[in-house]
T-cell receptor, first 116, second 112 residues
Framework: KAGVTQTPRYLIKTRGQQVTLSCSPI?????VSWYQQTPGQGLQFLFE???????NKGNFPGRFSGRQFSNSRSEMNVSTLELGDSALYLC???????????????FGSGTRLTVV | GIQVEQSPPDLILQEGANSTLRCNFS?????LQWFHQNPWGQLINLFY?????KQNGRLSATTVATERYSLLYISSSQTTDSGVYFC??????????????WGLGTSLGVNP
């Protein structure tokens, strides 16, 4: 079966612009999470969506937002881009149907965003 | 919150050598995964191992949940094993707040 698909793979944007990244989870997975990876901060959690609802959010400014559609595909948006937003953005999907279930995450290939 | 520490931070091996990577965590977990990140950034899931031992080819992993550590063993290393190995956990007490907490990784280089 197809894995987690992220588009686009690479993006170059200018400071002040906004960007939208897309993630299609593994078929049947309803939980989608987003992570930011930078050399200085490592991997940090952005948010998690399940059945179109944001269940958890990390410590990022309001410029970072996301949503999930009825087919479980998710998008994240970053507005008013700053140089520090340059990073690899990774999306993960999980089968976990309930909060207490213990299921692993599968990651996409990521979107590498460069802000100039 | 839960802390994850990985050691060593860097490791250089000669092809064919064996190695052990360690992950310590500061609280009880209901999920622990080992990932290999390749040079293109792809995170490849190696093991989902909140407890016990698993093996997959030349790789094996053991998690001792009561002592809050996990080990990843790489035997007969190959140049293709190079990359960064991450340990990530989900805290048992996370409840509604599901998220992975990551170590800083072990950067492995295997020389031919």
């Amino acid at each position: 079966k197809a894995g987690v698909t992220q588009t686009p793979r690479y993006l170059i944007k200018t400071r002040g612009q906004q960007v939208t990244l897309s993630c299609s989870p593994i078929s049947g997975h309803r939980s989608v999470s987003w992570y930011q990876q930078t050399p200085g901060q490592g991997l940090q959690f952005l948010f998690e969506y399940f059945s179109e609802t944001q269940r958890n959010k990390g410590n990022f400014p309001g410029r970072f937002s996301g949503r999930q559609f009825s087919n479980s595909r998710s998008e994240m948006n970053v507005s008013t881009l700053e140089l520090g937003d340059s990073a690899l953005y990774l999306c993960a999907s999980s089968l976990a149907p309930a909060l207490s279930a213990n299921y692993g995450y599968t990651f996409g290939s990521g979107t590498r965003l460069t802000v100039v | 919150g839960i802390q994850v520490e990985q050691s060593p931070p860097d490791l250089i091996l000669q092809e064919g050598a064996n190695s052990t990577l360690r992950c310590n965590f500061s609280d009880s977990v209901n999920n622990l995964q080992w990932f290999h990140q390749n040079p293109w950034g792809q995170l490849i899931n190696l093991f989902y191992i909140p407890s016990g031992t698993k093996q997959n080819g030349r790789l094996s992993a053991t998690t001792v949940a009561t002592e809050r550590y996990s080990l990843l063993y790489i035997s007969s290393s190959q140049t293709t094993d190079s990359g960064v190995y991450f340990c990530a956990v989900e805290a048992l007490r996370a409840g509604n707040n599901r998220k992975l907490i990551w170590g800083l990784g072990t950067s492995l280089g295997v020389n031919p």
